[in-house]
């Protein structure tokens, strides 16, 4: 299986500021990589696909990037709708493995 | 729309067998693989399996194989998820979702959950 770990697991932002996320995978996934984003007691939703492909309907202030192993999620100005859960998942092999997540709080 | 529908939230005791479902519309339910992914509270996301109901062509995760089994009703656009034999380690939420195949395959649509409780 393809190990997907993703850093910090948490951290604290002010509306406004920067924020990035990381997702390394244990092995080359070329750009088969998508981010989710969950708050609580609901389902993820899509954020991202095929590592920088904006999913429709998502704000653009969310971008990614990377190839290969190392990937990024960033959240150019953070607004309090955007507080939750973020979690990378990798889309080349099965079984198609998730980060263990990224709590993104309220500083 | 594309919506997922999922059964309501299951309380079970250990031992005892139990089927989930997960109904689509607003597609080609046929078309599209589902997945299934567990949350155990508190915890993140699990991939288990996915499914195409066009021919129900299964495939598990080597961590629930063996552990339930994904099966799917194409002529009444229903996937679903069972246990033979519950545990309380399968306590979670279980999510299905749409399974977008091809060269920026995603899971694009989900179902709000199914909770799952099993306790003597």
């Known amino acids: 299986d393809i190990q997907m770990t993703q850093s910090p697991s948490s951290l604290s932002a002010s509306v406004g500021d920067r924020v990035t996320i990381t997702c390394r995978a244990s092995q080359s996934i070329s750009g088969h990589l998508n981010w989710y984003q969950q708050k609580p007691g609901k389902a993820p939703k899509l954020l991202i696909s095929a590592a920088s492909s904006l999913h429709s309907g998502v704000p653009s202030r969310f971008s990614g990037s990377g190839s290969g192993t190392d990937f990024t999620l960033t959240i150019s100005s953070p607004q309090p709708e955007d507080f939750a859960t973020y979690y990378c998942?990798?889309?080349?092999?099965?079984?198609?493995?998730f980060g263990g997540g990224t709590k993104v709080e309220i500083k | 729309d594309v919506q997922l529908v999922q059964s309501g939230a299951e309380v079970k005791k250990p031992g005892e067998s139990l089927r989930i479902s997960c109904t689509g519309s607003?597609?080609?339910?046929?078309?599209?693989?589902i997945a299934w992914v567990r949350q155990m509270p508190g915890k993140g996301l699990e991939w288990m399996g996915i499914?195409?109901?066009?021919?129900?062509?299964?495939r598990y995760s080597p961590s629930f194989q063996g552990q339930v089994t994904i099966s799917a009703d194409k002529s009444i656009s229903t996937a679903y998820l069972q246990w033979s034999s519950l545990t309380a380690s399968d306590t979670a939420m279980y999510y299905c979702a749409r399974h977008q195949s091809g060269t920026s395959s995603n899971l694009d649509y989900w179902g709000p959950g199914t909770l799952v409780t099993v306790s003597s």
């Open positions: 607003g597609y080609r339910f046929s078309n599209y693989w």
């Open positions: 998942q990798q889309s080349y092999s099965i079984p198609l493995t």
């Open positions: 499914i195409y109901p066009g021919d129900s062509d299964a």
